[in-house]
């Protein structure tokens, strides 16, 4: 599986932004899907989980409630949908697709399949 992230960009605080992360390759809906993210100087990390048939969605406690993470699976795209956006949720967003449990990736980064990155700038 291939994965392309995009959407990223410039945002003031209080904007919204929508990431797609495009899947080639393999069937891409047997696949659990996730969104992580790098700010500089720090550890890549948890932000967002969707089981393969996208019934159940898991967050990080600091996305809760401003985030939304979603799937077709008929276009092979996950997305994540961002809102009230803050500086601190500026950073590098990653997309991934994993064999399993999508809540695996709550605890641990998942080993599968990695886009290459796309970079989330909020300005205050």
């Known amino acids: 599986v291939q994965l392309q992230a995009s959407g990223g960009g410039l945002v003031q605080a209080g904007g919204s932004l929508r990431l797609s992360c495009a899947a080639s390759?393999?069937?891409?809906?047997?696949?659990?899907a996730g969104w992580f993210r790098q700010a500089p100087g720090k550890e890549r990390e948890f932000v967002a989980a969707i089981s393969w048939k996208g019934g159940s969605t898991y967050y990080a406690d600091s996305v809760k409630g401003r985030f939304t993470i979603s799937r077709d699976n008929a276009l092979n795209t996950v997305y994540l949908q961002m809102n009230s956006l803050k500086p601190e949720d500026t950073a590098v967003y990653y997309c991934?697709?994993?064999?399993?449990?999508?809540?695996?990736?709550?605890?641990?980064?998942?080993?599968?399949?990695w886009g290459q990155g796309t970079l989330v700038t909020v300005s205050s």
């Open positions: 390759g393999q069937t891409f809906n047997s696949y659990a």
């Open positions: 991934a697709a994993y064999r399993g449990a999508a809540a695996q990736a709550m605890g641990v980064m998942p080993s599968g399949y």
